[in-house]
């Protein structure tokens, strides 16, 4: 009996746990986060110097912003496709070089087109990294500590936050003269880094190595990990079963693209793109926001340097890694996603009351609380968007969802500089930030089905993977 059974690619990767494997993974593909963070908050917090560089309008300074996510946008639509066809690790190489490059000819930008064009580029090649990593860390970690793997590397955006904000400190403390061509000069060092360490320490997926009928590969990467991790050997059950294969039939879909978002698992495609887009007009809008607003409320209430405050904000973001994990660990994916939105808009509220009543302490409690909660937000949502797509259209999948949630960092930039431009007040755009997140909580309600089970169940199914192997 036991020599006929042929377990799942899913069964070994549970069987082999989690270990250094994942860690190093993280470290090479995760560091897409990193450039991330580095590159978004560096575009925010030179924006005013920028201007006065370039002697730009507010809008026009906004649309700078625009741009960059603009970039994202396709960036992450176009890694679906590549992802799927050529490979997790081909993505995150060229996305790790292109950033490189076009963030150092920023720097050298003659003229405000100029500068806004290779942005856009920027963005495409942090974008075009992101999904494939996601689909990735769902690929090569057990079930049960996804999470822990995806809020790891995830919390490398707030490491690249800190590194930003740091290089900004050295700079100018007060953001008043910053010398933003030698800044992004400083922030595109990262990239080539990771690039290097994802060239000899990212393995491929074994999903996608089986699917391109590359199975010899597939099971080298399985013993590879097994090996690292100190797991029991695998032995007979490297003969895995094959891909099942695709129905192309389905719903009409004639592409990746189209069996995602026609097919029958259109409606969670849609709820999650929907939740992306609040998270992302939540976060990035308030990522560039807050280096215009804290300037002019450190100078009014005589706290610190505003250069220190984002630094203390970003430091912030990893407690909400943390809280993001043990809720994803022990409990459900709709009711964790629904708390967070709940206390993100809460945050946001605050936030407008404390600085409309001189309250340091309660705005400072809602901008600390909307840098940890949008955080256990990002966790969450990514790690569901990770989970309910099937593998062979996992990056596609990724790719819609994170790439439609994009439009929301895309127009948050412009609709901060219209509001306030509109009102002569940044607070209806923290209010309309706070409606978006309240408005989360219905919507993710309607989600098809829950990805996650108990912390009990998914340890019985974790420890069940030897017992069917010996039953078989």
């Keep these: 009996m036991a020599a006929s059974y042929r377990p799942k690619i899913s069964d070994l990767v549970e069987r082999i746990g989690l270990g250094c494997s994942q860690f190093r993974s993280t470290i090479a593909g995760g560091g897409v986060w990193l450039a991330d963070g580095i590159e978004l908050s560096l575009i925010s917090a030179i924006t005013v110097a920028v201007a006065h560089t370039f002697d730009l309008a507010p809008a026009e300074r906004g649309l700078l912003v625009t741009i960059v996510y603009l970039g994202v946008f396709f960036g992450n639509l176009a890694s679906g496709p590549f992802g799927d066809k050529f490979g997790r690790r081909k993505c995150l190489l060229l996305s790790y070089l292109c950033i490189f490059i076009f963030s150092m000819a920023s720097s050298f930008s003659p003229s405000y087109a ?122 007979d059950l490297l003969d895995f079963q094959d891909p099942e294969p695709r129905d192309d039939t389905q719903a009409g879909s004639c592409d990746e693209i189209n069996e995602v978002v026609c097919g029958d698992i259109s409606t969670t495609t849609w709820i999650a793109t929907y939740s992306c887009f609040v998270l992302n007009f939540c976060f990035y809008g308030s990522l560039y926001a807050f280096p215009i607003v804290l300037p002019d409320l450190s100078t009014r209430n005589n706290t610190v340097s505003p250069a220190v405050n984002l630094i203390i904000g970003a430091c912030w973001e990893f407690p909400g890694y943390a809280l993001a994990i043990a809720l994803a660990m022990c409990w459900n994916r ?136 010996d039953t078989a």
């Excluded at 990002?378 to 593998?391: A, D, Q, T």
Aim: proline fraction near 5%; charge should be neutral.
């Design 114 to 235: 100029i500068l806004a064009l290779i942005r856009f580029f920027v963005g495409v090649s942090f974008g075009f990294g992101q999904p494939a990593w996601n689909a990735l860390t769902g690929e090569i970690s057990p079930k049960y500590w996804r999470v822990l793997v995806n809020g790891g590397s995830q919390s490398l955006f707030s490491l690249g936050e800190v590194y930003c904000f740091f290089l900004v400190y050295l700079d100018n403390p007060s953001m008043k003269h910053l010398n933003w061509r030698l800044l992004l000069r400083e922030g595109a060092i990262p990239s080539i880094v990771f690039c290097l360490i994802c060239f000899f320490f990212l393995n491929e997926s074994p999903y996608y190595l089986s699917n391109q009928g590359r199975k010899k590969e597939a099971q080298d990467i399985l013993v590879k990990m097994q090996q690292e991790n100190g797991a029991p050997e695998l032995d």
């Design 334 to 469: 709709k009711p964790s996603i629904q708390m967070y939105a709940l206390l993100c808009g809460l945050g946001n509220l605050m936030f407008v009351v404390g600085v409309a009543t001189d309250s340091t302490i309660l705005w400072r409690l809602g901008f600390y609380g909307i840098k940890a909660f949008s955080i256990v937000g990002y966790v969450l949502v990514y790690v569901l968007i990770s989970e309910v797509f099937p593998k062979n259209i996992s990056v596609t999948g990724n790719s819609v969802a994170i790439g439609g949630g994009r439009i929301g960092a895309m127009i948050a930039p412009l609709a901060y500089e219209l509001l306030t431009s509109w009102a002569h007040s940044f607070y209806p755009f923290f209010y309309v930030i706070a409606f978006m997140c309240l408005s989360n909580i219905p919507i993710i309600s309607l989600l098809p089905s829950e990805t996650s089970e108990s912390l009990a169940a998914s340890l019985k199914e974790h420890q069940s993977y030897g017992a069917t192997k």
